[in-house]
Each structure stands twice: as structure tokens, then as C-alpha cells.
């Protein structure tokens, strides 16, 4: 039987991807407790504030100022998915949406033509420290929807389906379905002009949570040209024939399927697949188009429109302390999940 791992590659907070996916940064950070304005009770003496990447005592304000986090900022032409496993995010944006978002949720924003938004990380425990970890997946726009209407969503906790399977030792594994299909299981519709959207794309993304020396068969994709990748980023996994270590990513035969094996400390992982859009690339900052001319063609819409403006008053808003989870949609329609009061 051919291996069914084509090779493997390391991963740093900026983890390698295959079209369509553009590129997924895993955010680990280890914040103090909170002050009274949401911000690291903390010094932020020696830290290079709206450049803040050093990872200092653990923990960065990125380009926050005094809330961490990603202050408004445009995009155009390709959608984020974030998905969080620790702490909570503040979401604003310039359709009017805004959100508080936590542990296992997952916002989809379509940027199409242009939108500007900003993800703060509000420090709500003002005893105890405020661990963030998260993943924002870019995933391209094909040429057809690069300038489609903006599109915010929300995929709350407890809407995702699981997937759950005991192995023949009565060990589990755990896999949390975001998109795509799994073993009859649909999480909601991603937005409407995604890729992820058309059938024929068999994209998915899926978290696999395994108990120590659990076995997991993970079945092939529907067709040998998805292109599929593991990323084992805690605990290890022997993928095939392959002992992968945290922080190490596996491209697979799609169209085979693999026993995923995790070690005696479990291991996490995140599965990436995906039918290439197969269409140039062109980048610049926040901007993904298919060729030098539309990445000037982004700037010259930003400096002329905005993107619609900032209807904010301030660049880095956030809720307050008390605040549950919540989406306001552009619509103005309010939506509460669940467990609205469990935040993180």
C-alpha cells in the first residue's frame, strides 16, 4: 500500500497551507489577568505597542494599544475563518456587526469586494490569568466572488455536530466538524459566495481531539485531487507510518484512507482539504486578488471608499466585562447562543 503521507513539514504560528487555503496562524498566548479597561494587568514597559509580536512573558498585544488584539483593519478578495479554543474575542465591523465570541465558536467573514473589521482580546478575569489560543485559517476567494458583498456569519459551540468514535480499547477520539461532511455529519452552511460553499469544492476543516493511544480511521476524500493536510499541534500522533510531534503538519493522499494513532499523551490536530481553486495569487498586506493590477486596484478602492467606513467611535472597541457571548448581525438582528453566559 502506497504511504499515505506525501511529506511532512514544520510548523511555526504561521502554518504552511495548499490551495485554496492561503495560510492558518495559530495564536497561543498566556495573558495575565485583566485591568480595569480589559487590558494585560501587566507592565507594557519595554514592548514595541502597535508592533507587538515578541511574545514577552509569554504573551503579545499585537497591534492593541491597550486591549490585545488586531485594531480595524481592511481586507479584500478571500475570507477568514477563526476558530477558538481558549478565551474570547470582541468582533466589530464596517457592514455595523459585532460579536463576542469564545471556546469552540467559529466566525466566518467573507471580505469579497472590501470590508474593514477588528478582533480585539478582551482580558475579562480580573483575579486569574487569561490564556488565548485560536486559529485564523485565510481561505481564497476564486476570480468569480473576489468582489461579492461582505458577508459576516457565526458558528456557535453548539451547533457544531461531533463526531465521536471509541476504538476497539475503548479509547475516544473527538472531531469537531466546521465544515464539510464527516460520517453523515454537516456543520451549518458556510457563507454563501465561499468556496466552501460548492459541492464540488469537498472542502472541510475539522478538529480531532484523541485520548491517549486512541485510533482513529479518518476515510478518504471523494476524489484524488483534494489536497489534504494534518497539523498535530499537541501531544503526537503516528499518522500511517509517521511519528508526528507537535508542530508538525502532514500532507496526505486524500483519496486514501489513514489510521490516525495518537500517543500516550493524546494528541490535537487540525485537518485542512480542499479542491484547489487553481487560479494565480497575487497578495499585498490584506489584500489577496489574482494579479498586481487588482492588488492596485484594491488600494486605489480603500483610499477612495473606505470599504464602507468605520461606524465605530473608537479603532478597538470591546464589550463589557459582563457581556456574554452574543452576535449582532448586520441586519441588527441580535443572536444568543445556548450558553451565552459561558465565554471562554
Excluded at 504511504?3 to 495560510?23: C, K, N
Excluded at 480589559?38 to 514592548?47: E, N
Excluded at 489536497?227 to 500511517?240: Q, T
Aim: glycine fraction near 10%; charge should be negative.
Amino acid at each position: 500500500m502506497a504511504d499515505p503521507v506525501l511529506e511532512t513539514v514544520p510548523l511555526g504560528s504561521r502554518w504552511v497551507t495548499v490551495d485554496p487555503f492561503l495560510f492558518c496562524v495559530h495564536h497561543v498566548d498566556h495573558y495575565p489577568a485583566g485591568n480595569d479597561a480589559l487590558g494585560p494587568r501587566a507592565s507594557l514597559a519595554g514592548r514595541d505597542l502597535g508592533q507587538d509580536f515578541e511574545g514577552i512573558d509569554g504573551w503579545r498585544m499585537y497591534h492593541g494599544l491597550t486591549v490585545p488584539g488586531f485594531p480595524q483593519h481592511p481586507h479584500r478578495g478571500f475570507e477568514t475563518v477563526t476558530f477558538v479554543r481558549r478565551g474570547i474575542i470582541d468582533h466589530s465591523d464596517s457592514l455595523g456587526a459585532t460579536a463576542r465570541f469564545g471556546r469552540g465558536d467559529v466566525q466566518w467573514l467573507t471580505a469579497g469586494r472590501g470590508i474593514n473589521h477588528s478582533e480585539m482580546f478582551p482580558l475579562l478575569d480580573p483575579d486569574a490569568p487569561n490564556p488565548l489560543e485560536l486559529f485564523q485559517i485565510w481561505l481564497n476567494l476564486p476570480a468569480a466572488n473576489k468582489l461579492v458583498d461582505p458577508y459576516f456569519t457565526m458558528l456557535w459551540d453548539e451547533d457544531l455536530p461531533r463526531h465521536v468514535v471509541t476504538d476497539a480499547n475503548g479509547r475516544t477520539t473527538r472531531v469537531t466538524v466546521i465544515a464539510g461532511e464527516l460520517a453523515g455529519l454537516r456543520p451549518p452552511p458556510p457563507p454563501p459566495d465561499s468556496w466552501a460553499s460548492r459541492p464540488e469544492s469537498d472542502l472541510a476543516i475539522w478538529h480531532i481531539a484523541s485520548e491517549p493511544g486512541a485510533q482513529f480511521g479518518l476515510p478518504p476524500a471523494a476524489g484524488s485531487d483534494t489536497a489534504r493536510v494534518v497539523y498535530v499541534f499537541e501531544g503526537a500522533a503516528g499518522v500511517g507510518e509517521h511519528d508526528l510531534i507537535a508542530s508538525t503538519g502532514a500532507r496526505l493522499r486524500a483519496d486514501h484512507g489513514v489510521t490516525i494513532e495518537a500517543s500516550h499523551d493524546g494528541a490535537e490536530m487540525l485537518v485542512l482539504q480542499g479542491r484547489a481553486i487553481g487560479e494565480p495569487v497575487a497578495q499585498y498586506g490584506p489584500f489577496v486578488m489574482n494579479d498586481n493590477a487588482g492588488i492596485e486596484q484594491a488600494f486605489a478602492d480603500y483610499r477612495a471608499t473606505g470599504f464602507g467606513g468605520w461606524p465605530w467611535p473608537v479603532d478597538d472597541p470591546v464589550h463589557e466585562r459582563s457581556a456574554p457571548r452574543f452576535a449582532r448581525e448586520p441586519s441588527g438582528k441580535l443572536v444568543v447562543p445556548e450558553s451565552a453566559n459561558s465565554v471562554g
